[in-house]
């Protein structure tokens, strides 16, 4: 266990379903991640939240869409995916600020996910 | 647009041979370089990390890189290699400047030891 913990680990999904992933850290770190990670593809970053900000990658589709309550917990709210978003849905977090170049991530061991 | 390539997908190589998997970012600013490893079935965790100093970097497992500036490169090295070193492995890269909150990923090279 890296300390960041993932559930649930394999979704299966209608593309009119509603679900959600969640990502707890106890690391007491400052930021948190969501990377989507496919075949042959760079690990793309999706979300990241710390405690001065929020940002996004402006390519995400809407049907992602994050939430993080405190420092410590992290969603990724699912709705009308298409097959193509089928991927391994990573959290990372870190201790270091958004913008530090020390910034070293710890990552949670990730959500299969399936669209039919 | 800052990029960041690894040059091989897969890698095959037989136990106790000699590992080097490229790594090459495009950008002459100020940069943090980081190799991660992914075994099978298991998180993403850090090899090893550049952020200053001496440009040749030890890792776990017997790991280490250079980080070569004229080159743009961050070439992770490993003398002889175990079948228990299979796995993917990425280079990431750190850039200063605007969207400096984020890594770049390459895209990641499959390393097969052979028994």
């Known amino acids: 266990e890296t300390g960041v913990t993932q559930t649930p680990r394999h979704l299966v999904m209608g593309m009119t379903n509603k679900k959600s992933l969640k990502c707890e850290q106890h690391l007491g770190h400052n930021a948190m991640y969501w990377y989507k990670q496919s075949a042959k593809k760079p690990l793309e970053l999706m979300f990241v939240?710390?405690?001065?900000?929020?940002?996004e990658n402006n390519s995400v589709p809407s049907r992602f869409s994050p939430e993080c309550p405190n420092s410590s917990h992290l969603f990724l709210h699912l709705h009308t995916l298409q097959p193509e978003d089928s991927a391994l849905y990573l959290c990372?977090?870190?201790?270091?600020?958004?913008?530090?170049?020390?910034?070293?991530?710890?990552f949670g061991a990730g959500s299969r996910l399936t669209v039919l | 647009a800052q990029s960041v390539s690894q040059h091989n997908h897969h890698v095959i190589l037989s136990e106790a041979a000699s590992l080097e998997l490229g790594c090459n970012y495009s950008y002459g600013g100020t940069v943090n370089l980081f190799w991660y490893v992914q075994y099978p079935g298991q998180h993403l965790q850090l090899l090893l990390k550049y952020f200053s100093g001496d440009p040749l970097v030890k890792g776990i497992k017997g790991f280490e890189a250079e980080f070569i500036k004229s080159k743009f490169s961050f070439n992770l090295r490993k003398p002889s290699v175990q079948w228990s070193d299979t796995a993917e492995y990425f280079c990431a890269v750190k850039f200063s400047g605007a969207g400096s909150y984020q890594l770049t990923f390459g895209k990641g090279t499959k390393l097969s030891v052979i028994p």
């Open positions: 939240y710390s405690l001065e900000e929020r940002v």
């Open positions: 990372a977090s870190s201790q270091q600020g958004l913008h530090s170049g020390a910034n070293v991530l710890t």
